[in-house]
Nanobody
Framework: QVQLVESGGGLVQPGGSLRLSCAASGSIGSINTMGWYRQGPGKQRELVAG???????NYADSVKGRFTISRDNAKNTVYLEMNNLKPGDTAVYYC???????????????WGQGTQVSVSL
């Protein structure tokens, strides 16, 4: 069984910083793209940032220059460093990954359970 477990959410004041982590565990054969999505109140889920297995990254325009995605392939972990947070960043943040379970020949998309990030005075 393969799963993603997130950590690092919380309440922060505008201008503050948070670091999210997401670790993949279980019988993992390999991991392709990993990423972070978010869903704010009354909004649809949107891509925040993605990173390939080779380290190529992409970001939503709204977070460019403030957020940094990275990954540690040895630990099967992806991170999201969030700086200069704004109230508009308030959302539930979800980790995602395309993973091939050990013994399988195909990749499947997986989601974490989500972690709340709240930006407020």
């Amino acid at each position: 069984q393969v799963q993603l477990v997130e950590s690092g959410g919380g309440l922060v004041q505008p201008g503050g910083s948070l670091r999210l982590s997401c670790a993949a565990s279980g019988s993992i054969g390999s991991i392709n793209t990993m990423g972070w999505y978010r869903q704010g109140p009354g909004k649809q889920r949107e891509l925040v940032a993605g990173i390939t297995s080779r380290g190529s990254t992409n970001y939503a325009d709204s977070v460019k220059g403030r957020f940094t995605i990275s990954r540690d392939n040895a630990k099967n972990t992806v991170y999201l460093e969030m700086n200069n947070l704004k109230p508009g960043d308030t959302a539930v943040y979800y980790c995602s990954a395309y993973m091939r379970p050990d013994g399988s020949s195909s990749y499947t998309g997986y989601w974490g359970q989500g972690t709340q990030v709240s930006v407020s005075l």
